[in-house]
């Protein structure tokens, strides 16, 4: 069964703080790899998502992710963390080939802090 | 604004009673998925609406049941409530018929079982 791990399950820096946020999933197959961002009172958000090709991906805000297949990770990272960076960061997974909307395998999250 | 309406925002119930959530799809959307987010924890998938016909399930007891309306309306009920059902219950819309995973939630309703 797929499973996401998130290995950070609160981080606090200090603005101007780069940030990394650690992924990794466990499928054996191909699978399409997603971070959601929840700011506190508020919906899931996409940060971003990679489906194939390049295994940088950019997303909203600044935030980038890289796909490294053979560690089947996909770690969150943002240069300089800004106070409204604030929230809780999901890594999901869903496989490919279960539809556009297959069901999303979410790790357990990691609430940011960012003091100003 | 999420798109997805959820209602109601919070509510409170008994174990043993029965409760309704009901989600407004984004406008467009046709495919309703329900996640439980217990405190603490990432979503976790329930089930999914496609057609008025429940598609996916994941790992939850009979106990939880939905539906979808012609209008793509969904509402999960859960019957005989235990007090580990309290959680925050997630509503996220999709379009069936696009190729980008764009899945749309809601703030949630915020569920007490006391």
Redesign the interface.
């Known amino acids: 069964a797929q499973s996401v791990s998130q290995h950070n399950h609160h981080v606090i820096l200090s603005e101007a703080a780069s940030l990394e946020l650690g992924c990794n999933y466990s499928y054996g197959g191909t699978v399409n790899l997603f971070w959601y961002v929840q700011y506190p009172g508020q919906h899931l958000q996409l940060l971003l998502k990679y489906f194939s090709g390049d295994p940088l991906v950019k997303g909203i805000k600044g935030f980038e992710a890289e796909f490294i297949k053979s560690k089947f990770s996909f770690n969150l990272r943002k240069p300089s963390v800004q106070w409204s960076d604030t929230a809780e960061y999901f890594c999901a997974v869903n496989a490919p080939g279960s539809g556009n909307t297959g069901k999303l395998i979410f790790g357990q999250g990691t609430t940011l802090q960012v003091k100003p | 604004d ?1 798109g ?1 309406t959820q209602s109601p925002t919070h509510l409170i119930k008994t174990r043993g009673q029965q409760v309704t959530l009901r989600c407004s799809p984004k406008s467009g959307h046709d ?1 309703v ?1 329900w ?1 439980q987010q217990a405190l ?6 329930i089930f ?1 609406y ?1 057609e008025e016909e429940e ?2 399930r ?1 790992n939850f007891p009979d106990r939880f049941s939905g539906h979808q309306f012609p209008n793509y309306s969904s509402e999960l009920n859960v019957n005989a409530l235990l007090l580990g059902d309290s959680a925050l219950y ?1 509503c ?1 819309s ?10 749309t ?4 309703t915020r569920l007490t079982v006391v």
Do not use: K
């Open positions: 999420a997805v495919t998925s996640y603490g924890q990432g979503p976790q998938f999914q496609y598609r996916q994941g997630l996220a999709s379009l069936e018929s696009a190729d980008n995973y764009g899945y939630f809601g703030s949630g």
